[in-house]
Each structure stands twice: as structure tokens, then as C-alpha cells.
């Protein structure tokens, strides 16, 4: 009986631990690079072509219980744009895509947050490109979240959106079926103590 | 045909030399300025750069070999040049050396740090040495900035060989383009 009751106190205790924290902050897990933000365009309509920031950071706060109160902030050193080839990588810093002596830092703050159930929302936000401020909307979902075995709580995140090259100014054509690029950001954020 | 310099002129090896590089240089110039403007649906998009990564390559073979002929030979006589333009002459001609070495190795790093080669027409090809990123875009800038500095100094080159030629009336541009008569 009283092993029993023991065992039960541990229980609890253990599921109190495990209980996410309700409206908490976290930072970005850049330390670990638990994160990533991926960028793909048509190359000519035949394939995908694929990159990546390296340099980025951010914070979000989370309440698994009210997400709609939820936001993001991102920044990212455009110049660490990263497409696995030197001489392109050189292009898209130039003038003609991301201009990063001019526009060193991309931004998105979000402005709300609307959830949509199944832990699926849609995170509306100011994205700062290359000078120009434009609304776009981040199809999220939740992929996982809890205790990490290191003493930390960790809430992840998957949000993908798409956007026309265009509309932020930059003036290279890459063809009819490269009008559009896709951003897929891979979040994992370590709460704040 | 002479092969070797003499104090009288430039024999056939450096005059090919001069005249070869002159072209493919100013030809690599204009090559690289118009292909960094091309649309990307140009048919020349991937081939220009190929081209000119490819023919640097040579021009800086092309260079070293110039150098140690160069050494290995004597200087024509500059006798009729006032000492003033004989320190010209000398600073625009050994200026174009380490200019023309330091413009192929910056292009070298514009196209390599991210270990690809540099392809050479099919015949061979150069590897990556230093991989680096962020390189090209250092390596870059330098590349611009030399070949223009190249530019100005083959102007300064060209009107001082066709001022000796009209106003001085001297053989400096026809000993470069003709060979130093036959030796006795």
C-alpha cells in the first residue's frame, strides 16, 4: 500500500514535470541547429532547386492550450543564403535576387496566429524582404513538443509559404515556371528560463 | 626568323607572346563584362562562363611561361626613351605581370571554393585548393577591381607606344610587331 502510494506520487509528479508549460517563450535552437530554413524554386519547370539560410534567429511564445496567442519573430542574414554551388551562391547575394549589401537581414514578425485544430494553424506576418514589407501566411503545424532528456522543454514547429519573387523587388527573371519561391522554416525553439 | 630577343628587338617567341595575350586578354575582358549581363535564358548563360574560366586558365599558363621567357632573355635597347619614360615603361611592363597573375588567381577563387574544378575545354581540369565559403565573394570583387586596374594600364601601354610611334617617330611599335633585323 504504501509502495503503492509511493509509486503514484511518482506518477504524478512525472506527469507534472511532462506537462507543457502554458504560454511560455523559447528561443530558436540555433546553438544546436535544431532548425533550418529552406527555400526552393522551379529550375526552368524541370526540378526543384533547392537552398538554405545558414544564419538565422528568432524567438516565439506557445500556449498549447490558447494558440492563437502565439508569435514568432525570425531574422536572417540573407547573405548566408546557400545553394551548394559558390558562383550561385555569389549571384543570389548580388543585386539581381537578394541584394545583401543593401538588405543584410530578412525579417517575419507575425501578426496573428489562427488556429485551425489538429495542431495545424495559419500564422499571418509582416515579411521584411530586400526592403520591401509584404503580408504573407505561414501554413503551421505542430510536430512535437515536451521535456528534452537535457533538462529543457522544446516545442517544434514545421511552416511553409510560398511568394512571388517579384513581389519583394527582385528583378531577375528566372523564367514563367520560377516566378514563385517556397520557404519551408523547420523551428525548434528551447524555452526561455 | 629570330627566335630570341636581341638588343636590337623582340624575336618571334615574345612577339607572339604580346600580340596573343594582348588579344586574349582584352577578349576575356569584353567576355566577361557581357556575360555577367546576360539573361539566364541567353544560350550563352552557361557556356560564356565555361569559355572564360576555361581560356583564363590557359592565359595564366600562358602568363608563367611568358615570365621565364622573359627572364631567360635580353631586354631590347631602350636608349632613346628619357629616363623618366624608361621608369614608365618599366613600371607600366612588370606591373602587368603581378596584375595579370593576382586577376587569374581571383578568378580562379570566384569559380573553386566550393571544391568544383575548373573544367578546361574537356582537355583537363584544375582543382579546388581552398574552400572556403563566402570566398567568391571577396575573390570577386577583387577580380572586378584588377581587370579593370589591367584596363587602364593597357591604355597607358597603348598611347605610349603610339606616342613613341608619331610623336617620336621611334621603332618602339614596329620592333614589337616586326622582328629585329637579321644578326650578322
Do not use: C
Not at chain 1, 25 to 47: E, Q, V
Not at chain 2, 60 to 74: E, G, P
Not at chain 2, 97 to 121: H, N
Request: no cysteine; net charge neutral; aromatic share 10%.
Amino acid at each position: 500500500m504504501t509502495f503503492r502510494l509511493a509509486s503514484l506520487a511518482v506518477v504524478a509528479a512525472t506527469l507534472a514535470l511532462a506537462a507543457p508549460a502554458s504560454a511560455a517563450d523559447y528561443d530558436i535552437d540555433i546553438k544546436g541547429a535544431h532548425a533550418s530554413i529552406n527555400f526552393r524554386i522551379k529550375h526552368l519547370g524541370f526540378s526543384w532547386l533547392a537552398g538554405r539560410f545558414d544564419k538565422f534567429n528568432g524567438t516565439f511564445s506557445y500556449d498549447d492550450k490558447a494558440p492563437e496567442k502565439s508569435s514568432v519573430k525570425v531574422e536572417i542574414d540573407t547573405a548566408s543564403v546557400n545553394s551548394n554551388h559558390a558562383e550561385r551562391d555569389k549571384h543570389l547575394r548580388a543585386a539581381d535576387f537578394l541584394d545583401v549589401a543593401q538588405f543584410p537581414t530578412a525579417t517575419f514578425v507575425s501578426t496573428s496566429v489562427k488556429p485551425s485544430g489538429d495542431g495545424k494553424a495559419t500564422i499571418t506576418g509582416d515579411l521584411t524582404l530586400r526592403g520591401v514589407t509584404k503580408q504573407v501566411v505561414i501554413d503551421a503545424v505542430v510536430i512535437g513538443g515536451g521535456s528534452d532528456p537535457w533538462g529543457g522543454t522544446r516545442q517544434g514547429f514545421e511552416g511553409t509559404t510560398k511568394f512571388a519573387l517579384a513581389d519583394f523587388g527582385i528583378p531577375k527573371d528566372l523564367g514563367p515556371a520560377s516566378k514563385e519561391v517556397e520557404l519551408t522554416l523547420h523551428v525548434e525553439g528551447v524555452q526561455k528560463k | 626568323m629570330i627566335v630570341k630577343d636581341t638588343p636590337a628587338g623582340y624575336g618571334i617567341v615574345s612577339r607572339l607572346f604580346h600580340w596573343l595575350m594582348a588579344i586574349a586578354i582584352f577578349g576575356l575582358f569584353g567576355l566577361g563584362w557581357w556575360m555577367v549581363g546576360l539573361d539566364y535564358y541567353s544560350p550563352y548563360y552557361v557556356s560564356a562562363p565555361d569559355f572564360h574560366r576555361a581560356a583564363g586558365i590557359i592565359l595564366f599558363i600562358a602568363l608563367l611561361a611568358r615570365i621565364v621567357w622573359r627572364v631567360m632573355n635580353t631586354k631590347p635597347d631602350d636608349a632613346d626613351l628619357t629616363p623618366l619614360e624608361r621608369k614608365a615603361s618599366w613600371v607600366v611592363h612588370w606591373g602587368f605581370y603581378p596584375l595579370l597573375i593576382a586577376l587569374s588567381i581571383s578568378g580562379y577563387l570566384i569559380a573553386t571554393p566550393d571544391g568544383r574544378p575548373i573544367d578546361v575545354f574537356g582537355w583537363f581540369s584544375v582543382p579546388s585548393i581552398i574552400q572556403q565559403k563566402g570566398l567568391e565573394d571577396t575573390a570577386g570583387l577583387v577580380h572586378w577591381v584588377l581587370a579593370y586596374t589591367v584596363m587602364v594600364l593597357a591604355a597607358v601601354h597603348t598611347l605610349g607606344a603610339l606616342k613613341h610611334h608619331i610623336v617620336d617617330k621611334h621603332t618602339t611599335l614596329k620592333r614589337m610587331w616586326s622582328g629585329p633585323p637579321a644578326q650578322k
